[in-house]
């Protein structure tokens, strides 16, 4: 079977999220049972920087903005894939510096529309193979708003690919203007309700949904949460109307990056069969990348972790109400990492320079040290209002570092609360609180600090999450079933 993917981004050369990670494991997992893949990205500087040698397979001729843009279409081998990478060359719309979306002050590219519409055209070109190349695919899977219009232009052509669209985030809309869609020529036939106008405007996610033949998401409980007025960013009427096609297949994970036997960025390993002192000498070594001496207490103290976009989404303001109170009444201590919304950024830090010792922050992106966390921390604060699916969750009980969640989209599919019950059966493997709010976050976080201080039940939470399977096996297996019915 051929799959083409189309994607924004793509761990190890682009990566802003779980997005990225996504679009490294899932083609791979097709690829290993037997899938014919190609990976299609925007030739983003940073990315092109990264590659040794490409191979020019030939140029397209798509529509821009203004008039007719010429981009290269470039193929390259890269040693961290196992299969092609095809890339959308054109400088002028991916040839700058910096994040994938946004500019150096967090503001949307103002060229989006363009860059992401030429992005598709030429996608929906390759799928109907323009350049004579041999290859023609029989699926088109497409992620996220960036590649929404990708169906939409693929949709009416004879003898098109089955055209598969993932949500990861139905938070990002992809919208632009009447005068983009305009200025873009977009199929006049597409501005209507049942097509991509969206309250004055059209939603390149909205156009995703419409026109694929298959709509999947992350998690089960996303796809039934984004059904409902409360999740669906006003989409939840056409998700609803679309229930038939649209599935929750829940994201795997890398189990050869993320496996704290072997992973290249941890000074210690261990595995569930002999946690410490693997674990503790990692601890050991994140507190000493903050600390100027790291003594008996330092290493006592349950350590809390988070890692993750500093966004609304993440829960971020209830763990910066969560801290201060838990300052006050334990001897529990933070290490964050994320990097977003500056407002965050700076109560973070805040926090960080009034309590040197016990609140340790790390603003940016940095690829060594959330592994590090995920091995280091105790346990892992992942208190987000909803989360497609998350994947930060699954690294940190694979890592024996027991989740701190809200009961929400993948987070509800992944982590079973501890209470009496499941410890006793042996299901329990976090802390999973079901209101949302700061009072419950704190409720969730005490009861794991009193576990924390039952080593027995603690170590068996530990060894019941990183017994836990997570790999692509049954996902890719559903993704398999998807393309070929
Ligand atoms: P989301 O995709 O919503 O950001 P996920 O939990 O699915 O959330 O995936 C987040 C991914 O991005 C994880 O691999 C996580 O380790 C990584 N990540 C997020 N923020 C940072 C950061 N500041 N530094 C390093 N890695 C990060
Ligand atoms: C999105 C979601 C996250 C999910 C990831 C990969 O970024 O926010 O929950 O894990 O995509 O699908």
């Not at 038939?244 to 829940?250: E, F, P, V």
């Amino acid at each position: 079977m051929k799959i083409l993917f189309v994607a924004s981004e793509a761990y190890p050369l682009v990566k802003t999220g779980g997005l990225g990670d996504v679009l490294y494991s899932l083609p791979h997992a097709l690829h290993a049972r037997g899938a014919d893949v190609r990976l299609l990205l925007p030739g983003y500087r940073a990315l092109l920087r990264q590659l040794d040698q490409v191979r020019i397979l030939g140029w397209l001729d798509v529509r821009g903005a203004d008039g007719m843009v010429s981009v290269r279409i470039l193929e390259t081998r890269h040693s961290e894939f196992a299969f092609p990478l095809w890339i959308v060359d054109c400088p002028r719309l991916f040839d700058r510096a910096g994040n994938p979306y946004v500019d150096a002050g967090g503001q949307d590219w103002p060229d989006n529309a363009e860059r992401f519409t030429v992005f598709a055209r030429a996608a929906a070109q390759l799928a109907q193979d323009a350049l004579d190349l041999g290859w023609q695919p029989s699926v088109v899977h497409t992620h996220d708003w960036q590649t929404g219009l990708v169906g939409g232009f693929l949709a009416d052509q004879p003898l098109r690919p089955k055209i598969v669209f993932t949500i990861h985030n139905l938070a990002y809309g992809g919208y632009f203007s009447h005068s983009d869609f305009v200025r873009l020529h977009l199929p006049s036939h597409w501005w209507t309700h049942e097509g991509v106008e969206f309250h004055g405007g059209f939603s390149m996610l909205k156009a995703g949904i419409v026109y694929a033949d298959a709509v999947t998401t992350v998690s089960p409980t996303y796809a039934a949460e984004i059904c409902t007025p409360a999740f669906g960013y006003g989409l939840d009427g056409l998700l609803r109307s679309r229930r038939a096609k649209l599935h929750g297949i829940l994201n795997g994970i890398d189990t050869t990056i993320w496996n704290p036997s072997t992973d290249v960025y941890l000074p210690s390993h261990y595995s569930a069969g002999r946690i410490q002192p693997g674990k503790r000498r990692n601890k050991q070594a994140l507190l000493e990348r903050f600390l100027p001496h790291v003594d008996d207490a330092a290493m006592q103290a349950p350590l809390l972790g988070l890692v993750g976009r500093l966004v609304g989404q993440k829960g971020i303001d209830w763990v910066l109400a969560a801290i201060p109170l838990l300052l006050a009444e334990t001897d529990a201590r933070f290490v964050l990492l994320g990097s977003g919304q500056a407002a965050y950024e700076q109560k973070l830090a805040r926090l960080a320079q009034q309590h040197p010792e016990r609140v340790m922050v790390e603003i940016g992106y940095d690829e060594p040290l959330a592994h590090l966390i995920e091995a280091g921390a105790d346990m892992f604060l992942m208190p987000s209002r909803f989360e497609p699916c998350g994947l930060n969750q699954m690294y940190s009980l694979r890592y024996g570092t027991p989740p701190i969640v809200f009961k929400t989209g993948g987070l509800a599919d992944t982590v079973i609360d501890t209470n009496a019950a499941t410890l006793a059966d042996g299901s329990a493997t976090g802390f999973v609180f079901d209101t949302p709010d700061v009072a419950a976050l704190l409720e969730a976080i005490r009861h794991a600090l009193d576990l924390y201080r039952q080593p027995v039940q603690w170590r068996r939470l530990q060894q019941i999450g990183m017994r836990q399977s997570f790999d692509w096996s049954e996902s890719a297996g559903h993704y398999l079933t998807l393309y070929s019915t």
